[in-house]
């Protein structure tokens, strides 16, 4: 089960930091990866890393800006948003795919969680 949070309201050019916690005994084997839905658009790819934290990928909407880490520890994967534009607004959400690597690839991921929500104002 995955459980993210973090989202909410900001102005443009401000941060946010989202986390999926993740329950169950396996998070660490899991590659894991960070989708994002807009109103009225498709999801879409935003971030994604492999089970050990050693491989990383962005959408190129986000490159610079956005920053995936994982804290396998802590069974958390984190999703670092730095420089927010209005058109980051969307519902995002985390997945984890037992392929164990990074993939940009959604149906490669097994396992959703709920969405968290984040606007941002201009």
């Known amino acids: 089960q995955l459980q993210a949070s973090g989202g909410g309201l900001v102005q443009a050019g401000g941060s946010l930091r989202l986390s999926c916690a993740a329950s169950g005994p396996t998070f660490s084997a899991y590659g894991m990866g960070w989708f994002r839905q807009a109103p009225g658009k498709e999801r879409e790819f935003v971030a994604t890393?492999?089970?050990?934290?050693?491989?990383?990928y962005y959408a190129d909407s986000v490159k610079g800006r956005f920053t995936i880490s994982r804290d396998n520890t802590k069974d958390t994967v984190y999703l670092q948003m730095n420089s927010l534009k209005p058109e980051d607004t969307a519902d995002y959400y985390c997945?984890?795919?037992?392929?164990?690597?990074?993939?940009?690839?959604?149906?490669?991921?097994?396992?959703w969680g709920q969405g968290t929500e984040v606007t941002v104002s201009s």
């Open positions: 997945a984890a795919g037992s392929t164990r690597r990074a993939t940009m690839v959604s149906s490669e991921y097994d396992y």
């Open positions: 890393i492999s089970w050990s934290g050693g491989s990383t």
